[in-house]
């Protein structure tokens, strides 16, 4: 597991005397919970590892002006939509090894390359799912929900007519990644002329952005925000709604409110799609090395030692998050009946655009998509808008491609 790093191999002596940590930064659980994986590589290594955890509303700023100081830590966590734009401006180095990334379930590496040189390694995987009510669902007729949306919504309005005061799916209206999964089952290319323009006045997008409207004009999901629904496990446990899009961390957080809602309540399921499950956006995470590192070989032991087999099924006990290696899934510990859908999610992971305003492009999206549902703008106006602002970001990539300085 640590082959990378032989020469500073000192087996089971612990933290050597004088030797400096290397330092990692993380966020949200899996910030939280990293330092439980570095007993094992202190021991074998004599190296120790200063984690610190990130909040995740504040990460991305805080990356940006640490390494503008020169300040990164030698390994650093990224979600996978931020990877290209931190090897861009040339923050994180090469993956050095091609043992590193062998071995990943097909379509996690595509993110996180650039001219076929990877830059992270695939740490978690959070692809969303529905997570479902058992007895909502099975007393409005259905065993599990419906994956079309035609059955979805069919098996929706049933449940709002046998509980008229409760909703059926929450879709908190500042989280857009269940609006953006729709818009890649239905086809979507959200980016056109290599991703210089927006391409949100498409067909695709149009259908997306009418069947997500409508759930909410048909009083099928709240108009809130998640400062609105501050606590949606106990609103979920309450039956506040049957149907929740969400991530593998939310079967940690059920566990542990076991006592609110047993498990023999809920289920999961792959997200419907327009005509059967399809690609779905999530939340997944890589790890990298910062380029300015001066220890660049502990540091990549370290990436090995975190992604290992081990190390990932140690971190989905703990957090729920999932494995991006294939030989972790032959471990009885991943054969739960509920982990089923997202197996089979993770094959079919949302292409994330390749230009870096992707994440300033996502909060468009969700304000756009929140005054449709707010009736502010119809969806022509909404998404004509859209495009206008997102060429506005993008007149920058469009000058650099113009010029042939990128591709």
Known sequence: MLSLL???AVGGCGAAAGVPPLRVWAMSYEGDYSPFLMPDFTAATGIPVDVQSLPTTASHEKLLTAHAGNALPDVLMLFNGWVREFAMIGAV???PSPALTAGLIPGMREALRIDGIDYAVPWSVAPQVQYFRRDIVAAAGYATPPLDWAGWLQMARAIKRRRPDDYVFLMLLNW??????MMTQAG????????TR???RSDPVRHAFAFYAQLFAEGLAPRALSTEVQDPLAAFAQGYFAIWPSSPTTLLDLSRRAGEIPATRWGTARLAGPNGPGPVSGDSASLCVAAGTTRPAAAWAL?????SRASELTFQRMIGNLPARIDAWDSPQLAQPVLAAFREQMTQPAPIPPAVEWERIQVEVQLAAERVVRGIQTIDEALGALDARVDRLLAQRRALVDAGKIA
């Open 188 to 195: 979507a290319t959200m980016l056109r002329d290599h991703a």
């Open 93 to 95: 180095a090469p993956v």
């Open 303 to 307: 990436v090995r030692h975190m992604t």
């Open 6 to 8: 032989p020469a500073l």
């Open 198 to 200: 927006g391409n949100f």
């Open 176 to 181: 857009p990644t269940a609006l953006l999964t």
